[in-house]
């Protein structure tokens, strides 16, 4: 099996398109409706490593068509 048939069996085997990434559950805003915002968590905060992001999208990236930045928290603030 040649890489682009491996990629393609991977994908097949795990038919995810889309991986949503949490930077950081850190923000400075306090929107009334978020549980973030109401500082309604229990979760310590905390940001993403940036080397071990890296290199998780570097070596799993092929698996998915888009990469979004969601949660409780506002990826801005990360770097
Ligand atoms: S995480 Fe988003 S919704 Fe929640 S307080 Fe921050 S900006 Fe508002």
């Given at each position: 099996m040649n890489y682009e048939e491996a990629i393609k069996s991977l994908k097949k085997k795990f038919p995810f398109r889309e991986l949503n990434v949490?930077?950081?559950?850190?923000?400075?805003?306090?929107?009334?409706?978020c549980f973030t915002g109401r500082g309604e968590t229990e979760e310590p905060r905390g940001k993403m490593d940036y080397e071990k992001f890296v290199l998780f999208i570097d070596n799993?990236?092929?698996?998915?068509d888009k990469v979004s930045f969601i949660g409780s928290g506002d990826p801005g603030l990360h770097p």
């Open positions: 949490e930077l950081t559950n850190i923000c400075n805003l306090r929107c009334p409706l799993c990236s092929f698996l998915f």
